[in-house]
């Protein structure tokens, strides 16, 4: 075939192609009613859909939409707002809650969502068999904990009373000042006891599937997607205007973003590093950017030398530029970590304690030389550890520069895939060791309480007897001013002995179609579906 | 083998312009290999952080990366990798194949058969799977993963090479030596390896260019070099993701992966018809 | 009425390092139910000559820039392909020197038996196994059902010249054209296969061009042969004129250097010297470096016919040379 | 080659199985990390749970035989990770989408492959075998997280003929299959460039042509076969490798297919999802080895399998 008619060919081919293509795309009728279906980039496949034993984000994000807990959250103000709880009171103590359920509200299949049906979901969370990896969320309650460890078997020890079928009343532990806060979290929503009792793991399916929210599950199919639809009982069913929500589980940003483009989603979960300068010069309103309730540090392993030195650890602290890493490395919006807890949290607007430029590279020579290792001389070559990842890589690599430039010290890096990274931060085998920690709930405590000594989530080895003074003692504390003062000394020990080299405050960086309305970008990044239309753009 | 049907091969294998220029440009990139730390512009770790993803210029011939590292610096330095990968975990599969080969081949009967069964079942695994062990295990030892490059390699080469014995050990001189009762392993080392040399040597340009694309891979899983150090793999897989920004990142690396490629494949196209005559009639 | 004329065919390879001209100019004529023998060293031209016109060999590198080769007065190589495949493999059919490889190894004998027959002369696949079972056994095949049905490699070499030979005449040929027949057999087995083309010979008049660096072949087979050289012809004539009268010096060595039918290899070890690069010949006599009765004449033309008797001619500016 | 030699073969495959079966095991289990371990790390209570709930409590060499009772009854456990779904619904769900993935590549490489190789075999050193051959280098060069991501841009967004990512449509399956098709088309067109060359140098292709035969007749009844032989043995590694690049090409394209679960399964550690599907794919690409070996003995006469 001559190398014309081969040509001639593909024109026709593709002419063909295109007519049956188009043939089979019916004609959308401009007066008609626009479709109310979002298609949203999810991020993972999510594991399961049970509110219990899921920890994930993506879950989070349709388990919200077809669950619904006591308080929900405003999404423009973050504010608790009634959930299935119409109203609640607090007792004098702050000890107490008692929770008056909305007669109306309706599980998917009809039946109404009573007290009881919380004490069942909370002593399941707390069940050991149940095995959740968020059980300390109800810790809260009292003898939650106990419960939860086996230390007590009867349920009925646990701090929870059904006065009546919609009166429901709790008991805390410690007056917990963010306990309305924690109540939005998935793994105090309540689930169906009959359903879970006929079909036991199985029961997230589709076809079995009853839950509480403005929606309710429709479609999953593995790796592909997962459909929900209006729940026909659910008693604020007037406010939801969508007629179907697929969350499309895309492993890679990339993926994601090239779909939006293609106009296959309205939304995406996240934007890959390296196409943020050029969606930061859309100008048709669809990026966006907020900060986020995260901290991205390193780890300092306190237990090994030349790191147990605290004056090694100041002057690496001290040495790093970080306003350059998010101006010039992560280039997406985030803001130099000067503080631990990010700025805003439950209200909270810790002390910039760290420079957030280069200004005290100075004062970091000075304290290396007093630590013994003038000029960086001596000082054994640091690893730096971090997990497969490009982001990470990077911002490793910029801060590897910055130490050798800044403190004329040499480091090596490290990769390693997801699981073996865990264990090797785990079992503290590693120097410096990349982390990033997301909010629980909307409140300091998430963040600082994670330094106490042996806490479960501190690699550091770090240990300070004042410090978990501070932060027990903020558990008991109720005045919100007096709280934060004692959150802020917690900050100042804490940025004092660097356990953590605090690196920047997350930012969230995604992109939203302008045909959606009802989307409030917040910092807790909660979108309920049940506020989202589709509008003709 | 005879002296004069090497030189007859050299002489042929001069003849084929292609595989020249791939011989020429392959020497010249292992020159430029070893010469790097002396001929490169940049420290393949220095970056700019003001000059970052920079279009090629006279101070940066390809440009600059996305932490403003001098991409012509990275890709000496990457290529070092890549070279030193494909070279080093050719050569471990070509050793032991090579003797695995043999020695099946030449034994025969059972040995041969259960040593055959053993490739077999090798083959079966899934390479990823042994990616990811390998991961776990030398994560940690870029040598040792070169090793283990090597050793997912070997499989095809036995077979060749067990092939080529089973041929060979038909022949005359192998008889003629079995005669006058040399022993077993100075046959399979001094007859029937250098004779099984060519097809292995063709083999080996052909492995080199599927052990730099594995790298590749691993490099995409991030299994690759440890960062800031590059290979061609992982500074092809970093363009991937801003081809749309900066399309010379993705550009040169591949552009140099190619032809590092194309001159092996030549150089193995040229090298077989050399060392077999018969089908080079066109 | 010659049957086959070949009139000054020339046939180039086009390489890169240059024009071998594998043909140089030779010109002969064949008549029904006569042989041709033609003899040569390895790279005389003799195979070239004949599968250049029936377009056997790949162009490019090929081209033939001269000559013509008439087939019952019509010029082959004016001819189109297609009506040249009408005559290829049905008035004109060849056998090959290598039976092992000459038959292809993943058909069976008889699938490619009949091909021919269904091809040239349109018998029904049935009609056509009938036949191709029929040539099995006049070349000798027993059980020619069975041999129908097995593959190449099952079978001796003989054996699979045989078979070459049946499906080289099961179309009734005018020429068969025979390249090197017995070279890659033992002698014995020799003997048979030429026993057979004589035979058959014998019954169908068809004309046979046997071309063989084996005199020994030629005296058993021939009646007729033709020198080759360089992609020259040196002799030509009956042949027991060029056995016994020869008056080429190449022709003489030839014979010289064959003291039995089953010895002469390759290279003719008393002629010094080996063929000159085709690349390189010039206008003179391609054997002047070898020749012992070289004059100056010969290195700057070639020389014209010479009739020594009738029907033989010889190519040689010298003329007394004993 | 007999009934008896297929049986025979098949026979083999189960101590070799077996073997496998032990292998994954135990070197999964001895990797570090573990199905549960997050970066919020799981209270030891909890864990203690959990492990009690997989049985992970019990001595490993109990649990190796637990699965080993589990896998003669067909039955490859629950997932750890996706704990509403049994490995064998995963597998039913998912294998199908990969086989169908692997196949149309398969498809597209033995197409484009064989037809490309075969025309430059046709044509040697001429336009047409300089072009595919390069094409070839190219391909063969170009790693498939390149591919992928290039042909999306060009075919999906610059001219926005086909679709990104999915896999609902028969125009979701172009792209993909084309990206994992290509390196293998590339192999196969030389491999079928070579064979031909080999063929076409074959006194017996001069035998048919001096019989009168047309070049088709040749092309198709003589040069075929024994052409086409190279790449009958490469089908074997072919499909394995198809078979594990489709696990790029999955995450690339956000196709719900196997390769994605093995990799995750793997880098989760879903013990019974990393052992479900290295099994799956140990079986496959031992039966598709199979298969090509008898596939080569019904093409080739000479070769014998006893």
Not at chain 3, 68 to 73: A, C, D, K, S, T
Not at chain 3, 114 to 136: F, N, Q, T, V
Not at chain 3, 146 to 159: T, V
Not at chain 4, 289 to 298: A, P, Q, R, S
């Amino acid at each position: 075939m001559s190398f014309g008619s081969w040509r001639l060919t593909l024109c026709t081919v593709s002419t063909l192609l295109f007519l049956s293509v188009s043939t089979l795309i019916p004609l959308s009728n401009a007066e008609s009613a626009v479709p109310q279906v979002l298609n949203l980039g999810n991020g993972g496949e999510p594991k399961d859909l049970d509110p219990h034993t899921v920890t994930g984000v993506p879950e989070f994000h349709i388990i919200m939409n077809i669950f619904e807990g006591l308080v929900s959250k405003d999404p423009k103000n973050l504010e608790p707002i009634p959930g299935v709880a119409e109203k609640w009171k607090v007792s004098k103590d702050g000890k107490t809650y008692t929770f008056f359920l909305r007669k109306n509200a309706k599980w998917s299949q009809g039946d109404p969502v009573t007290a009881s049906d919380f004490i069942y979901s909370w002593i399941r969370l707390l069940k050991p068999e149940t095995a959740s990896e968020y059980a300390y969320q109800g810790f809260y309650i009292k003898n939650g904990k106990a419960f939860n460890e086996g230390k007590l078997t009867d349920p009925n020890q646990l701090g929870l009373k059904a006065i009546d079928s919609s009166t429901l009343e709790v008991q805390l532990e410690n007056p917990t000042p963010f306990f309305l806060s924690l109540l939005f979290h998935h793994s105090l929503y309540p689930v169906h006891k009959a359903t879970i009792e006929k079909f036991g793991a199985r029961w997230t399916r589709p076809e079995n599937f009853v839950g509480n929210g403005a929606f309710t599950l429709k479609k999953w199919e593995v790796n592909r997607v997962i459909t929900v639809a209006p729940n026909p009982f659910y008693w604020d069913k007037e406010t939801v205007k969508l007629s179907e929500a697929n969350f499309f589980p895309i492993d890679k940003h990339e993926t994601e973003e090239k779909m939006f483009r293609a106009k296959s989603l309205h939304t995406v979960d996240d934007l890959p590093l390296e196409k943020l300068p050029l969606w930061q010069k859309d100008t048709t309103g669809v990026f966006k950017n907020h900060p986020y309730l995260g901290t991205y540090y390193y780890w300092f392993n306190c237990t090994k030398a030349p790191l147990n030195n605290k004056k090694v650890r100041q002057a690496l602290t001290l040495a790093i530029d970080r306003d350059r890493i998010v101006r010039l490395v992560t280039r997406g919006g985030q803001v130099p970590a000067t503080m631990f807890t990010p700025p805003g949290t439950g209200g909270f607007k810790p002390e910039s304690r760290l420079p957030k430029d280069g200004s005290q590279i100075q004062k970091a020579k000075q304290l290396l030389a007093e630590a013994g290792f003038p000029n960086g001389k001596g000082l054994p070559s640091l690893e730096i550890l971090y997990n497969t990842s490009d982001n990470h890589k990077k911002i490793a690599e910029a801060i590897q520069q910055m130490w050798r430039e800044n403190l004329g010290i040499s480091s090596s890096l490290f990769n390693q895939e997801w699981k073996v990274f865990l264990d090797n931060q785990q079992t503290k085998n590693y120097m410096i060791a990349r982390a990033g920690w997301i909010a629980d709930y909307n409140d300091p405590n998430t963040f600082l309480d994670m330094f106490v000594t042996n806490g479960g989530n501190n690699h550091s080895g770090y240990s300070n007897s004042s410090y978990d003074e501070l932060i027990e003692s903020a558990k008991k504390e109720r005045n919100p001013k007096k709280r934060f003062a004692i959150f802020q000394k917690a900050e100042d020990i804490l940025l004092e002995d660097l356990p953590v080299l605090p690196i920047y405050v997350y930012s969230r960086n995604y992109l939203l179609s302008n045909e959606v309305q009802g989307w409030h970008p917040n910092i807790e990044d909660i979108h309920p579906l049940k506020y989202i239309s589709i509008v003709k753009k | 083998m005879s002296n004069s049907l090497w030189s007859d091969a050299w002489a042929r294998l001069q003849k084929n312009k292609l595989a020249v220029f791939g011989a020429i440009f392959l020497t010249l990139e292992i020159l430029l290999c070893v010469l790097t730390p002396w001929i490169a512009p940049y420290g393949f770790e220095t970056q700019n952080l003001e000059l970052t993803l920079a279009r090629p210029s006279f101070a940066h011939w390809f440009g600059t990366d996305n932490l403003g590292r001098d991409l012509f610096t990275r890709i000496l330095y990457g290529g070092r990798i890549s070279m030193a990968v494909g070279i080093i975990a050719s050569l471990i599969s070509v050793v032991v194949g090579v003797i695995y080969g043999a020695i099946s081949g030449y034994v025969g009967g059972k040995t041969d058969t259960i040593l055959m069964r053993i490739v077999d079942i090798l083959y079966a695994l899934p390479f990823i799977f042994m990616v990811i062990i390998l991961m776990v295990y030398f994560g940690r030892n870029i040598l040792l993963l070169f090793v283990a490059l090597g050793l997912t390699q070997w499989l095809t080469m036995a077979r060749i090479t067990r092939g080529q014995v089973i041929s060979l050990k038909q022949k005359e001189f192998v008889d003629a030596a079995r005669s006058v009762g040399v022993k077993t392993r100075y046959i399979i080392l001094k007859h029937l390896i250098p004779n099984t040399l060519g097809p292995v040597i063709v083999y080996l340009t052909l492995t080199i260019p599927s052990v730099i694309l594995e790298e590749a891979f691993l490099s995409f899983l991030g299994l690759g070099v440890q960062a800031p150090m590059a290979s061609w793999g992982t500074l092809i897989s970093s363009g991937v993701e801003v081809m749309e920004i900066a399309p010379w990142i993705l550009l040169f690396p591949a552009l140099m992966l190619s032809l590092t490629l194309f001159s092996l494949n030549f150089l193995g196209d040229g090298l077989r018809d050399a060392l077999d005559p018969k089908g080079a009639r066109d | 009425m010659a049957i086959l004329e070949i009139k000054n065919l020339k046939a180039h390879f086009h390489t890169r390092r240059g024009v071998v001209k594998a043909v140089n100019g030779i010109s002969y004529s064949i008549e029904p139910g006569q042989t041709l023998g033609i003899v040569g060293e390895s790279g005389s031209g003799k195979s070239v000559s004949q599968l250049s016109y029936l377009k056997l060999l790949p162009s490019p590198p090929l081209k033939i820039p001269e000559g013509e080769v008439l087939f019952h007065g019509e010029n082959i190589l004016a001819m189109p392909e297609e009506r040249l495949r009408t005559i290829r493999g049905n008035k004109i059919s060849m056998i090959f020197q290598e039976p092992m490889t000459s038959l292809n190894p993943y058909l069976t004998i008889g699938s490619q038996l009949i091909e021919p027959l269904i091809i040239h002369l349109k018998k029904s696949k049935r009609d056509a196994w009938k036949e191709a079972c029929a040539a099995l056994s006049r070349v000798g095949i027993a059980e020619p059902e069975k041999a129908m049905k097995s593959y190449p490699h099952e079978f001796s070499g003989g054996m699979r010249q045989r078979v070459m030979i049946a499906m080289a005449l099961t179309t009734r040929p005018e020429i068969l054209i025979a390249d090197e027949p017995t070279t890659a057999l033992d002698v014995t087995v020799q003997a048979q296969i030429l026993d057979l083309l004589r035979e058959i010979q014998k019954e169908t008049q068809m004309a046979i061009i046997l071309i063989t660096h084996d005199l020994g072949v030629i005296a058993g087979l021939a009646d007729k042969m033709v020198v080759m050289y360089a992609g020259r012809i040196f002799e030509e004539g009956p042949v027991e004129k060029i056995f016994h009268q020869s008056e080429h010096p190449y022709t003489r060595a030839l014979l010289r250097s064959t003291p039995r039918v089953d010895v002469l290899q390759d290279k003719i070890p008393v002629i010094g010297g080996s063929i000159p690069d085709l690349s390189q010949v010039g206008q003179g006599c391609p054997f002047y470096e070898r020749c012992e009765f070289r004059t100056d004449i010969c290195q700057s033309t070639f020389p014209t016919s010479r009739k020594i008797a009738h029907n033989h001619e010889t190519f040689c500016h010298v003329e007394k040379f004993q | 080659m007999g009934l008896t030699y297929i049986l025979r073969r098949l026979l083999t495959m189960i101590p070799v199985f077996l073997l496998v079966v032990t292998l994954v095991f135990f070197m999964i289990r001895f990797a570090p990390g573990g199905p549960f371990s997050a970066e919020k790390k799981v209270p030891a209570q909890v864990l203690k749970n959990l492990e009690a709930k997989y049985h992970m409590d019990e001595p490993l060499i109990q649990q190796y035989f637990r699965y080993l009772r589990d896998l003669s009854r067909f039955d490859l456990g629950p997932s750890f990770k996706h704990s509403n779904r049994t490995v064998n619904e995963i597998i039913a769900e998912a294998f199908p989408v990969s086989m169908e993935l692997g196949l149309i590549s398969l498809c597209w490489a033995l197409l484009i492959g064989i037809s490309a190789g075969g025309l430059a075999a046709l044509k040697p050193n001429t336009f047409y075998d300089y072009i595919p051959m390069s094409l070839s280098i190219l391909g063969i060069c170009l790693p498939t997280f390149v591919v992928g991501p290039v042909m999306v841009l060009i075919f999906g967004l610059w001219l926005n003929w086909l679709p990104v990512a999915g896999w609902n449509s028969w125009q979701d399956r172009l792209l993909p299959s084309l990206t994992l098709g290509f390196a293998y088309a590339a192999y196969i067109s030389r491999l079928t460039r070579g064979g031909f060359m080999e063929i076409r140098h074959q006194d017996f292709i001069r035998t048919a042509r001096a019989k009168g035969l047309t070049e088709t007749q040749i092309l198709l009844k003589h040069s075929l076969r024994g052409g086409i032989l190279p790449v009958v043995s490469y089908l074997g590694p072919a499909l394995a490798g198809i078979i594990t690049g489709a696990l790029v090409t999955e995450t690339i394209f956000n196709i719900p297919g196997l390769g994605r679960f093995f990799i995750e399964s793997a880098l989760n550690r879903d013990y019974t999802v990393v052992m479900g599907t290295s099994l799956l794919y140990f079986t496959l690409i031992f039966v598709c080895n199979f298969l090509v070996d008898i596939v080569y003995v019904l093409l080739d006469p000479r070769v014998k399998y006893e």
